[in-house]
């Protein structure tokens, strides 16, 4: 059961985004008693404890590796209107089989009911069974089982065992052709190429592009730019595939293309980057440099993004009718008196006036989605439209996503638990959860607009449903949340060089802002996950400072961290240029001083840019100021408010936490109120064995933490969770601290937490800060009572 990656202040152990090992459901059938871990239907499975169950490739995420196997079926039950199956896999040659897939087909009229021991989808008759991650590797001479129950009398047929024929006489298939080559610019002296790709069970590795009966080029990528031809000829072109194991397959069909003309046929060249030389609050005023043609420039286009807003004959335009606070992207085209267009101009980003930070002018409402909330917590990207979150947010932010251990870029494509021990220093070392991210299947009733997921469609999971609801609240920005409390190991290493950081932040945008999924369980893909995210939050726990255990600290963390910042600024920048919107980038920052100096350049100093002067805003810790974890490493003997409003004077501690003194440290510093959004919580910290002490509790001894939600989330509960299930609790509030608990009474439990009262308190406060707007962490702890509270506050 996965458990969220903590933001804690001192000595935080607790929330690491971890599973319990998986169970097994039995089911029935009649009298027919059928082997654990039966599921019905073909969404994706889930263990009885709400565990995710993750169908595997290799252990290392990679594709499906062919050897010489075999595949056979077999009835081990029957009763006339159905019957049980079983098939066998063995391995019937000298090195491991790494992963399998068998595909059959069944007669219409029988159709596949619950499965066992693989992961089985089907679109009409066609079946295709995945090892699951404890049976995809068989050794040589061994063999592995999986089974399912049928409605009907028909067996299977046409049987393929990853790609080949299940009795092993063809497992060794070259891969198809590629698509037709398709121009994707033709100059004097080149001719760029595309093409669709081929497929193949093994997995395609490369592409040998031929000009003619030369082979000019092997490439990994689908296209490629052939250069060095001459003009007015022509040329033509086929592409072969190789696949994993060095085996090629037919070319695809030929294309022929032919140069253009040199001398006076050649388009215009590129205009000037345009200059901004005026800026309201709803209007551009640009001008740019005239580009150069041997027929003369008539004319040029003006590009706000990808759509064209004028076409003018002089060297500027003014832009009208845009909105206050806003980022647009120009670029410009110019056309010759022969009507050809040249190359665009070099993108010009300019922000209107007004508005303050926020595109809208609207306050922020930014809520946290936890990846692994929709196994044992069952909260599902429609629970933010059930529960009417998703009307009311702003903004959500994905968490997390990891950091490849060893290529330090984005991680992806890996169905790798992590760690049940919080002091494991490698707990979240190559983790993450590709099949909630992209690959679970979703039922009609589980998605956002009532489709149900088929199994050949490249984008499923959390990442579709997120599709799916921006659709439905087109003004609603996804972020995606990169490290928390557990995933942060890496960052040091991340932002060491200029070489570094330019290419992890590279593949973060190669993944998550162009959508180019790695491929696991035949989704994702290049593309597949386009237009789902609006830019980035990071949250490095914590820069130059103590985190999770085994985290890389440098002395040289505050001015990495910087320049890591700058480096996505740059990047997005560029990308929102190409794309024609703004790519947002936040981060989530400490609310204790000491963590602050060690790791934040927060100040604008002597026109150095700060930390701030890159990021559109920041989530700031307001919550997580005292608590008690699984392991009792932290605060265990003494209770303490994990998110007061204002210092309470009884608090023993030296640090004296409050929000007031955590937003007031940005404040003086010089940080722009407007790019601080406070941070509140959905869930509550407790102890348990509290004594009273004449004060219900408050700031008194304990025993260790209270049960929590889940058995390995001692001291953790969801707000909803905590007024169902924790017996005889009595809120209080406290007016001059702001701050609400509950108490069971004398050697009882003692929680914290924020309810509708004290984020009433705050976002009203915050108002009269100027504040940018709030965050929540996180969003499955309530039902829409907070998520109500906070939105009527901050209207």
């Known amino acids: 059961m996965p458990t969220e990656p903590s933001r804690h202040l001192t000595n935080p152990t607790l929330n690491t985004p971890r599973r319990r090992p998986l169970t097994r459901a039995v089911a029935t059938l009649g009298a027919l008693l059928l082997p654990a ?104 001479g061994g063999s592995v089982s999986f089974g399912f129950v049928a409605t009907g009398s028909g067996t299977p047929a046409g049987c393929k065992l990853n790609g080949g024929a299940c009795d092993g006489s063809s497992t060794d298939t070259p891969p198809s052709a590629p698509g037709k080559p398709e121009s994707t610019g033709v100059t004097a002296t080149s001719i760029g190429l595309k093409w669709a790709a081929a497929t193949d069970a093994k997995g395609i590795k490369e592409y040998d592009v031929y000009r003619g009966t030369a082979k000019v080029a092997t490439v990994a990528k689908l296209a490629y730019t052939d250069t060095g031809l001459t003009a007015d000829t022509e040329y033509t072109y086929t592409v072969v595939a190789r696949n994993l194991d060095g085996k090629t397959g037919p070319a695809s069909p030929a294309a022929t293309f032919r140069t253009t003309k040199s001398g006076s046929d050649q388009p215009p060249s590129a205009p000037g980057t345009p200059q901004a030389t005026a800026v309201t609050d709803t209007s551009v005023a640009l001008k740019w440099t005239a580009a150069t043609s041997d027929k003369g420039v008539k004319e040029y286009d003006v590009y706000r993004g990808t759509a064209k807003v004028a076409t003018v004959a002089k060297l500027a335009y003014t832009d009208t009718g845009l909105q ?20 665009a101009s070099p993108p010009l980003t300019v922000r ?25 917590r069952a909260y599902t990207v429609k629970s933010l439209d059930t529960t009417g979150a998703a009307a009311k947010l702003t903004h959500i932010n994905y968490a997390f996503s990891n950091i490849d251990p060893n290529n330090l870029t984005c991680l992806n494509g890996v169905t790798k638990a992590t760690g049940s021990n919080p002091q494991d220093p490698n707990q979240g070392d190559g983790a993450g959860d590709s099949w909630a991210d992209y690959e679970k299947g979703f039922s009609s009733g589980e998605s956002v607009n009532g489709t149900q997921d088929t199994w050949d469609q490249p984008l499923a999971g959390n990442f579709n449903q997120l599709k799916q609801l921006k659709a439905k609240y087109p003004k609603l920005k996804v972020m995606m949340s990169i490290g928390g409390w557990t995933y942060s190991k890496y960052f040091s290493d991340v932002v060491k060089t200029d070489a570094s950081r330019q290419k992890f932040v590279k593949s973060c945008i190669d993944m998550y802002i162009k959508g180019n999924l790695p491929v696991s369980n035949g989704r994702g893909g290049n593309g597949a996950a ?48 190409a794309d024609g919107k703004k790519y947002l980038l936040s981060a989530f920052t400490p609310a204790d001083p000491g963590k602050i100096e060690a790791g934040w350049d927060i100040t604008t100093k002597d026109g150095t840019p700060s930390v701030f002067d890159y990021m559109d805003y920041a989530n700031v810790q307001g919550y997580d100021f005292h608590g008690s974890g699984s392991d009792n490493s932290w605060e265990p003997n003494l209770t303490g408010h994990q998110g007061n409003l204002y210092p309470d004077a009884k608090d023993p ?24 959004v406070l941070g509140m919580a959905f869930y509550g910290r407790g102890w348990q064995q509290v004594t009273d002490g004449g004060v219900h509790g408050v700031w008194q001894k304990a025993n260790g933490a209270a049960p929590g939600q889940f058995p390995e989330e001692s001291g953790t509960r969801g707000y909803d969770n905590l007024l169902a299930s924790v017996p005889n609790l009595t809120v209080y509030h406290d007016e001059t601290s702001v701050a ?26 915050l108002k009269s800060k100027r504040l940018g707007g709030a965050m929540v962490w996180e969003m499955s702890g309530d039902s829409g009572t907070l998520m109500t509270a906070l939105d009527n506050g901050l209207r």
Do not use: C
């Open 530 to 577: 386009a237009g789902i995210f609006d830019g980035f939050d990071i949250d490095w726990e914590w820069p130059g400072s103590e985190g999770h255990a085994g985290n890389h600290i440098s002395k040289e963390d505050k001015a990495g961290n910087t320049l890591l910042f700058a480096e996505f600024r740059k990047q997005l920048d560029a990308q929102g240029a």
């Open 324 to 343: 206050p606070g806003t980022d647009y992207t120009y670029t410009v085209v110019a056309r010759d008196t022969a009507g050809q267009t040249g190359p």
């Open 653 to 676: 501690y030296t640090t004296k936490f409050s929000v007031e003194k955590t937003v007031q440290t940005y404040l003086d510093a010089g940080v722009d109120s407007r790019k601080l």
């Open 37 to 140: 871990a039966a599921l019905i239907g073909f969404a994706a499975p889930a263990s009885s404890a709400g565990a995710p169950a993750h169908p595997a490739t290799s252990a290392a995420g990679k594709p499906l590796k062919a050897a010489s196997a075999t595949a056979t079926f077999a009835k081990t039950g029957d009763w006339g209107s159905g019957y049980q199956g079983e098939w066998t896999v063995k391995n019937t040659g000298t090195t491991a089989v790494d992963g399998w897939t068998v595909e059959w087909d069944l007669p219409s009229g029988t159709a596949v009911g619950a499965y066992w021991d693989a992961l089985i989808t089907g679109s009409g008759t066609h079946y295709t069974a995945k090892n699951r991650e404890y049976n995809g590797s068989i050794p040589p």
């Open 352 to 376: 209107t006036t007004g508005g303050g930070t926020q595109p809208s002018g609207d306050m922020i409402k930014a809520g946290y989605f936890a990846q692994w909330g929709i196994y044992g």
């Open 740 to 765: 609400t608990y509950g108490y069971t009474g004398e050697n009882g439990q003692w929680w914290t937490f924020d309810d509708a009262w004290s984020i009433g308190k705050k976002t009203a406060w």
